[in-house]
């Protein structure tokens, strides 16, 4: 097992994946938020979640987003968000297939923007926590 500064790496990809789990959890939670629906969703928030997850896990490894020599680099970061951008329009057929329904271009856009948002949020504060060089000042 590989060893980083205290940490295996298998304990940072756990974190990773639980991190990335809850940002598309939470960009579910605040769409629902958003429309007003949030006190009454209740499961409902599993058809929009469970599409967006599974496009995510079918997109993200092909753009090397849990590749660590990558995920180290703070350059790397447009990884995860475009890989959300990708995902978005999958998560939208996933969806539509699902439930035998059109889903609305508006929804696939303003899910993929926010999405990209909230993961290259989450991807970065990772970056900031285990990668970034510390230095002295002083």
Known sequence: MIMVEGQTLKSRFAILIIGDVLTIALVTVVGFATHDELGTAG???????IPVLIAWGLVA?????????????????WRPFWAAVLAAPMAGWIRGVWFGEVILPVFVFVLGGVSALA????????????????????
Not at 43 to 49: D, G, P
Not at 61 to 77: C, T
Not at 119 to 138: Q, V
Request: aromatic share 22%; hydrophobic share 50%.
């Open 119 to 138: 993961i290259l949020a989450w991807r970065t504060l990772f970056w900031i926590i285990f990668f970034r060089r510390r230095t002295s000042h002083g």
């Open 43 to 49: 499961w409902r928030m599993l058809t929009t979640f």
């Open 61 to 77: 490894p092909f753009l090397g987003v849990y590749d660590f020599q990558r995920v180290a680099q703070a350059r790397q970061l």
